[in-house]
């Protein structure tokens, strides 16, 4: 089992910056995939970012360039930095889990509660 506690959202001006957290505790960080996904009101659920055990990462095409996924095993924390934020980018982010060993897959098992970034002036 994993538990999953996002921090790091707010309001922010189009064009600054944010830098998400997702603290996980139980056990095996280091063996899990880890992903952000975020939603919008009205919309569905997208994958953001992803980042491997290896440490390899996927982005959605359309954020390409502005945001970077990492983690840090020793803290047990994945990261979303995101600039040059636009309104468009405004949504719930949530981070994910996989079970350890697997890749993260198209339904992530373990999921936090998210953390709202507004992207507004």
């Known amino acids: 089992q994993v538990q999953l506690v996002e921090s790091g959202g707010g309001l922010v001006q189009p064009g600054g910056s944010l830098k998400l957290s997702c603290a996980a505790s139980?056990?095996?960080?280091?063996?899990?995939?880890m992903g952000w996904y975020r939603q919008a009101p009205g919309k569905q659920r997208d994958l953001v970012a992803s980042?491997?055990?290896?440490?390899?990462?996927n982005y959605a095409d359309s954020l390409k360039g502005r945001f970077t996924i990492s983690r840090d095993n020793a803290k047990n924390t994945v990261y979303l930095q995101m600039n040059s934020l636009k309104p468009e980018d405004s949504a719930v982010y949530s981070c994910?889990?996989?079970?350890?060993?697997?890749?993260?897959?198209?339904?992530?098992?373990?999921w936090g509660r998210g953390t709202q970034v507004t992207v507004s002036s």
């Open positions: 139980g056990s095996a960080f280091s063996n899990r995939a």
């Open positions: 994910a889990a996989s079970p350890p060993y697997y890749e993260l897959g198209s339904k992530p098992p373990y």
């Open positions: 980042i491997s055990r290896g440490g390899t990462t």
